[in-house]
């Protein structure tokens, strides 16, 4: 049986309204275990890199400033994005605020440029 289709939408999202795609998806949070003498460098805006960095035992999500591990990401959304870095969607964090050693940032994916 063939059907008329009609549109078909978005991607094969079958996960639900949570499985968000890899280029749409946004973190609020903040670091966790933040490096001082690293974010004594960090003011609002400022841009960090977003990578995987394998421990004994585990895979964790580290922001990085000028190469240096700024902090990790503990947030509920961290498996998606651990998930995405390793499909191969390049991600960064803005610096939204700083409060005494606590940095709140925004992850987002990097967009493809050309």
Known sequence: MSGSGGSGGGGGSFG?????????LVINTQLSSPKPDVVAEL??????????ESL???????AKFNGAVAGGLASPETARLRQCIAQGTDYS???IDITGGQ?????HPVQAHG
């Open 93 to 95: 964090a803005t610096v």
């Open 43 to 52: 003011d609002k805006g400022v841009e960090l890199d977003i990578s995987l």
């Open 16 to 24: 639900g309204p949570d499985t968000i795609t890899c280029d749409r």
């Open 103 to 107: 940095v709140r940032v925004r992850v």
């Open 56 to 62: 004994p035992g585990t895979t964790v999500v580290v």
